[in-house]
């Protein structure tokens, strides 16, 4: 299987994107064909989809002692940082060579979540920062930026508008001029 020899291969991977496989397999298979045969696998358990990513159920990288040292590392910094998260350039500053591919695989896992080009977020504390946003609508029916900046503390406006604007990608809330409304509560279960 093209996935398996890939994750072989690129063995800090949990997934592959699709295109990628598509285009491995493209001669070969017509795009109907491709889905059905992908939804059949997710249907067996043998495949994962995430979005764009493919992985197969159970993937466990096998890291060196020294990559799960760096892994921890970059968590515990993400972790400290809370909300004013440091760039992923400044992270593999911090961590040495391998920060990247930590970095990398994090995302992979869904334990690092992006929430803009350079700001990231461990998965607990971006799932905090929107439970805070949609509690705000409790006592509001628009909520501006100066009042999520109120919300959040000491972080600076950057992270207040990613984090809204995550908001609104995931459906959460819908941008009404400067203010925000709540959309669907419920779309934090997709994250």
């Known amino acids: 299987m093209l996935l398996q020899k890939y994750l072989d291969t690129n063995r800090l991977k949990l997934s592959m994107s699709s295109a990628e496989l598509k285009s491995q397999i493209r001669l070969l298979v017509d795009p109907n064909l491709f889905k059905t045969v992908l939804e059949e696998l997710v249907e067996q358990g043998s495949i994962t989809v995430n979005g764009d990513s493919i992985g197969l159920v159970g993937r466990v990288p096998n890291l060196t002692e020294a990559e799960l040292v760096a892994k921890e590392k970059v968590i515990s910094i ?4 809370g909300f004013a ?10 961590v040495g060579s391998s920060g990247q591919s930590m970095i990398d695989l994090l995302l992979d896992s869904n334990e690092l979540i992006r929430v803009e080009e350079t700001i990231l977020l461990t998965r607990e504390a971006l799932l905090n920062a929107l439970q805070m946003i949609k509690k705000r609508f409790e006592t509001q029916e628009l909520v501006t930026i100066q009042d999520f900046r109120e919300l959040f503390g000491d972080v600076s406006r950057k992270y207040v508008v990613a984090f809204l ?3 609104d990608k995931i459906g959460l809330t819908d941008r009404v001029g400067d203010a ?3 959309r669907n509560p419920d779309s934090l279960t997709s994250i």
């Open 85 to 94: 998260t440091p760039t992923p350039l400044e992270v593999v500053e911090m």
């Open 165 to 167: 604007s995550y908001a």
């Open 78 to 81: 993400y972790q400290k940082a």
């Open 180 to 182: 925000r409304r709540l």
